[in-house]
């Protein structure tokens, strides 16, 4: 234990100096705002976080994740991007365990281990999954994917109980962190076939029926107690099970994801040619991963089936030379299926990903130390080569850390991505840059992205310049294209009503006005009726408060403002009733309803 001290404060310190700047990058107006949304919004409950069924993912390991760094360390992105580092130097120390017991029989094996992890954690290609909060789920399910490899390799041919048991645990939470780790099922059979001894096939069968019950209980998990397929499933299925081509897209099915993905409301399926280039281009960006970029909307057909073509025929010779190779050839080609097959169905809201890769990458780091210590090269200048890696992952987290040059250079390779310019506005907007927050974010409207908070973003900029009909021109807008357009009108609301400029006549009206348009949207939103009759009682309409108070108490039985609601209504029914200036602000708004 004593010789891999050395080694394992090596992994560490080269991990916290390639990703100090990191901990200093704030969260993206693409899904990390949506995921802080979610964390300060929502309360679980165990049914709804194991069973799945309607939406396009399944990943409760990433929720509980998510909640209880929130529960634990608050909002501060600092601590998210922390925990994030934390889970890929684990990786990464996980990839030297794998490493040894892979190489157990080289003469070099610390050593292969030590380059293998370095390769991980300092490849720029992994940078994308680390750096950006959301993509945790990928960090999350290589952890526990990496673990069921220790197991497979270490135990495979000494199979216990307590084996089974862990290897289930491992490969099901890695499941539960994101579906990429489907891939165990072919990974493990497959490796078993080529791999296991004869006297060894009972250890195998037993493996095996684990990778198949697991699977099976994951995928019924996912369906939920309706046994319904999520959005996600059905997608796949249609761009797999389709010959190519655009299909128009049902006005109900549009979502932040096709949106981004799609233009003029439709699906443009990959043909099976294109798919072999799609699978070309992740093998040639494991290899060479540069130029880096966020947004991938498009790759080159030729190259990519040149590189296709390239990987299986070098992966045939080193099989020949190096049978051993066998499970990191396995992660890589299978590995990169399941990103193959999000792209078929044209799930993410980019058609490619660099975070796509983390999983695979874990194989290809297995291949490198494999392939270099064959050529004798002397150990420094290995160590030295790999250890140059982390320049270019540095280089990478500080361009993260400045939000206007991050999404500039993702125009700089992606033009005409929408979704880009719509993010420079969000931190234009930040800046307090209204002109051009303005001008970005109607650059992103012009190239069809009209989600919610594109709107919003922009009532907020009209909101800074005091222009409120055109604030609530633009939050209408939001409202009318969200699913849940009850916050929306709750920030409308709590601005208006606080508004500058607005005489006390017109904020009441307008606060009346928009908790009706919440009582409207959804009638069993309890609160809202509270809210209109309090407005009324302070405007001094007696008529209208009795109404909505009266509905507010009859319905709410249990409400906390009910006691206040039926107080008011006494004083209604007295005829002690005066206007009071006090009851001018709306309550504290909260999400969930007095139902």
């Given at each position: 234990?004593?010789?891999?001290i050395f080694p394992i404060l090596t992994i560490l310190a080269a991990g916290v100096l390639a990703y100090?700047?990191?901990?200093?990058?704030?969260?993206?107006?693409?899904?990390?705002?949506?995921?802080?949304?979610?964390?300060?919004?929502?309360?679980?409950?165990?049914?709804?976080?194991?069973?799945?069924?309607?939406?396009?993912?399944?990943?409760?390991?990433?929720?509980?994740?998510?909640?209880?760094?929130?529960?634990?360390?608050?909002?501060?992105?600092?601590?998210?991007?922390?925990?994030?580092?934390?889970?890929?130097?684990?990786?990464?120390?996980?990839?030297?365990?794998?490493?040894?017991?892979?190489?157990?029989?080289?003469?070099?094996?610390?050593?292969?281990?030590?380059?293998?992890?370095?390769?991980?954690?300092?490849?720029?290609?992994?940078?994308?999954?680390?750096?950006?909060?959301?993509?945790?789920?990928?960090?999350?399910?290589?952890?526990?994917?990496?673990?069921?490899?220790?197991?497979?390799?270490?135990?495979?041919?000494?199979?216990?109980?307590?084996?089974?048991?862990?290897?289930?645990?491992?490969?099901?939470?890695?499941?539960?962190?994101?579906?990429?780790?489907?891939?165990?099922?072919?990974?493990?059979?497959?490796?078993?076939?080529?791999?296991?001894?004869?006297?060894?096939?009972?250890?195998?069968?037993?493996?095996?029926?684990?990778?198949?019950?697991?699977?099976?209980?994951?995928?019924?998990?996912?369906?939920?107690?309706?046994?319904?397929?999520?959005?996600?499933?059905?997608?796949?299925?249609?761009?797999?099970?389709?010959?190519?081509?655009?299909?128009?897209?049902?006005?109900?099915?549009?979502?932040?994801?096709?949106?981004?993905?799609?233009?003029?409301?439709?699906?443009?399926?990959?043909?099976?040619?294109?798919?072999?280039?799609?699978?070309?281009?992740?093998?040639?960006?494991?290899?060479?991963?540069?130029?880096?970029?966020?947004?991938?909307?498009?790759?080159?057909?030729?190259l990519g089936l040149a590189a296709c073509a390239l990987a299986v025929a070098a992966a045939w010779v080193?099989?020949?030379?190096?049978?051993?190779?066998?499970?990191?050839?396995?992660?890589?080609?299978?590995?990169?299926?399941?990103?193959?097959?999000?792209?078929?169905?044209?799930?993410?809201?980019?058609?490619?990903?660099?975070?796509?890769?983390?999983?695979?990458?874990?194989?290809?780091?297995?291949?490198?130390?494999?392939?270099?210590?064959?050529?004798?090269?002397?150990?420094?200048?290995?160590?030295?080569?790999?250890?140059?890696?982390?320049?270019?992952?540095?280089?990478?987290?500080?361009?993260?850390?400045?939000?206007?040059?991050?999404?500039?250079?993702?125009?700089?390779?992606?033009?005409?991505?929408?979704?880009?310019?719509?993010?420079?506005?969000?931190?234009?907007?930040?800046?307090?840059?209204?002109?051009?927050?303005?001008?970005?974010?109607?650059?992103?409207?012009?190239?069809?992205?009209?989600?919610?908070?594109?709107?919003?973003?922009?009532?907020?900029?009209?909101?800074?310049?005091?222009?409120?009909?055109?604030?609530?021109?633009?939050?209408?807008?939001?409202?009318?294209?969200?699913?849940?357009?009850?916050?929306?009108?709750?920030?409308?609301?709590?601005?208006?009503?606080?508004?500058?400029?607005?005489?006390?006549?017109?904020?009441?009206?307008?606060?009346?006005?928009?908790?009706?348009?919440?009582?409207?949207?959804?009638?069993?939103?309890?609160?809202?009726?509270?809210?209109?009759?309090?407005?009324?009682?302070?405007?001094?309409?007696?008529?209208?408060?009795?109404?909505?108070?009266?509905?507010?108490?009859?319905?709410?039985?249990?409400?906390?403002?009910?006691?206040?609601?039926?107080?008011?209504?006494?004083?209604?029914?007295?005829?002690?009733?005066?206007?009071?200036?006090?009851?001018?602000?709306?309550?504290?708004?909260?999400?969930?309803?007095?139902?």
């Amino acid at each position: 234990m004593k010789e891999r001290i050395f080694p394992i404060l090596t992994i560490l310190a080269a991990g916290v100096l390639a990703y100090l700047c990191a901990l200093q990058v704030g969260f993206l107006p693409i899904d990390d705002v949506g995921m802080t949304e979610f964390v300060t919004q929502q309360t679980l409950d165990l049914k709804s976080l194991l069973f799945g069924g309607a939406s396009t993912y399944y990943r409760p390991m990433v929720v509980i994740s998510y909640v209880a760094n929130y529960s634990i360390f608050g909002l501060p992105p600092l601590s998210f991007h922390v925990v994030n580092v934390v889970i890929h130097l684990a990786n990464a120390l996980l990839i030297y365990w794998l490493a040894s017991l892979f190489f157990a029989d080289h003469p070099q094996k610390e050593r292969a281990a030590l380059i293998a992890s370095l390769f991980f954690l300092l490849n720029p290609l992994n940078s994308e999954a680390v750096i950006w909060v959301s993509a945790r789920p990928d960090l999350l399910c290589t952890f526990f994917f990496i673990l069921a490899m220790v197991l497979l390799v270490e135990r495979r041919e000494q199979v216990t109980w307590q084996t089974l048991f862990c290897f289930t645990a491992a490969y099901l939470a890695s499941l539960a962190s994101k579906e990429s780790s489907i891939a165990v099922a072919a990974i493990v059979p497959l490796y078993l076939l080529r791999r296991a001894p004869r006297e060894g096939k009972r250890d195998a069968l037993m493996l095996f029926g684990a990778v198949a019950g697991t699977t099976t209980l994951y995928l019924l998990l996912r369906a939920g107690t309706a046994l319904n397929f999520d959005r996600g499933v059905a997608s796949l299925a249609k761009g797999v099970l389709s010959k190519g081509g655009v299909e128009k897209v049902p006005k109900a099915m549009e979502s932040t994801a096709v949106a981004a993905a799609t233009a003029a409301q439709s699906y443009t399926y990959p043909t099976v040619l294109d798919a072999l280039g799609g699978y070309g281009f992740y093998l040639r960006k494991l290899v060479f991963p540069f130029p880096l970029n966020f947004t991938i909307l498009t790759y080159d057909l030729p190259l990519g089936l040149a590189a296709c073509a390239l990987a299986v025929a070098a992966a045939w010779v080193l099989m020949r030379r190096r049978p051993q190779a066998l499970l990191p050839l396995l992660i890589v080609f299978v590995g990169i299926i399941p990103p193959l097959l999000a792209y078929l169905g044209r799930i993410p809201w980019t058609p490619f990903g660099e975070r796509y890769l983390y999983l695979p990458m874990v194989g290809f780091s297995l291949l490198v130390p494999l392939v270099l210590l064959e050529f004798k090269v002397p150990a420094w200048l290995l160590l030295g080569g790999v250890l140059l890696l982390g320049i270019p992952t540095i280089t990478r987290a500080a361009l993260w850390r400045d939000p206007t040059a991050f999404w500039q250079d993702c125009l700089k390779h992606s033009p005409g991505f929408a979704k880009s310019y719509s993010s420079l506005g969000a931190v234009a907007l930040d800046d307090q840059r209204y002109d051009d927050a303005e001008r970005y974010i109607r650059k992103a409207q012009a190239l069809g992205f009209n989600e919610p908070v594109a709107w919003k973003n922009l009532a907020r900029v009209y909101l800074a310049r005091r222009d409120y009909p055109r604030y609530e021109q633009a939050m209408q807008q939001a409202a009318n294209r969200a699913s849940n357009p009850i916050p929306v009108y709750h920030e409308m609301v709590l601005a208006l009503m606080g508004a500058r400029g607005l005489d006390e006549a017109t904020r009441f009206q307008k606060g009346i006005k928009y908790h009706l348009a919440t009582i409207e949207s959804d009638p069993g939103y309890l609160d809202a009726y509270y809210n209109v009759g309090k407005l009324y009682y302070a405007q001094g309409d007696a008529e209208h408060a009795r109404r909505y108070l009266g509905r507010y108490a009859e319905l709410a039985k249990g409400g906390e403002n009910r006691v206040f609601a039926l107080k008011m209504i006494a004083n209604l029914d007295s005829g002690s009733f005066k206007s009071r200036k006090a009851l001018v602000a709306p309550p504290a708004v909260r999400q969930g309803g007095g139902k």
